[in-house]
């Protein structure tokens, strides 16, 4: 039985998803996501293979850690489900081996988005790559285009540094790091400099649009709100990649 090419970026998916569970805590801390066995975050007890399994692990212990009893991190399976859903997601409109640079694609900028989100870091370890990346299969997928890729990247982030120069120098304070110049560099690279206006478009609207739900839950807008806006940028990335510019 020949098992189609779109079953294993699925099948990898939630692997995928716990190794991004792992990188998006130790990351912000400086800690290695690469060396090092996995513990409770409570008991510190080292977790077995039957502990690691995506998903079935979670759901086999009721959410609890065998040693200790104590209720596990639910970001652990949100990530997984999440992970597995732009696999399929990716799926659907990809084929081949574009299936698999629009999942890397996904699932970086699923790790990014929460790391913003919780820790207001945009780590090198991710944006650099992921702005090499799309170099990569900017050469591979249409080679011409790889002057407006390298055009891109250089306008998306060279636009965030202004900015921020403008905003410091307005408010005499920092308004916006380099993380965001450089993932917006990244999305540059990933759909050239015919697609950041759209990227940015996207952004802002959903920036705006987080703005007003912060107002919602009762928290004031006020100047010195900080809200991360990376999680924003991923989004209207992976929005532009998949389904092109807006008109």
């Known amino acids: 039985m020949i098992v189609p090419a779109w079953v294993w970026p699925v099948l990898v998916a939630p692997l995928i998803g716990s190794f991004l569970s792992v990188v998006v805590k130790r990351l912000p801390e400086g800690r290695s996501f690469v060396f090092g066995r996995s513990s409770c975050d409570v008991c510190d007890h080292a977790l077995g293979a039957a502990d690691l399994v995506p998903l079935l692990s979670f ?25 597995t859903f732009i696999a399929i997601w990716a799926v659907s409109l990809a084929d081949g081996w574009s299936a698999w640079a629009t999942c890397a694609l996904g699932w970086t900028l699923l790790g990014l988005a929460i790391i913003d989100a919780r820790d207001g870091l945009l780590p090198d370890a991710l944006t650099l790559p992921l702005i090499v990346l799309g170099f990569v299969v900017t050469g591979i997928s249409d080679p011409s285009q790889l002057i407006d890729s390298a055009i891109g990247a250089a306008a998306g982030y060279f636009l965030v540094v202004a900015l921020r120069w403008l905003y410091r120098r307005w408010r005499k304070r920092e308004g916006m790091g380099l993380g965001d110049a450089k993932l917006l ?63």
């Open 59 to 83: 759901c086999a212990s009721r959410g609890r850690c065998r040693y200790c009893g104590a209720g596990l991190d639910r970001l652990d399976p949100a990530i997984e489900i999440a992970a």
């Open 185 to 247: 560099a990244a999305a540059g690279s990933w759909v050239g400099w015919l697609g950041l206006p759209s990227v940015v478009l996207i952004a802002s609207l959903l920036g705006i649009a987080g703005a007003f739900i912060v107002a919602w839950r009762g928290r004031a807008l006020t100047a010195d709100l900080s809200i991360a806006f990376g999680p924003a940028l991923c989004a209207a990335l992976w929005l532009v990649w998949l389904y092109g510019t807006v008109d």
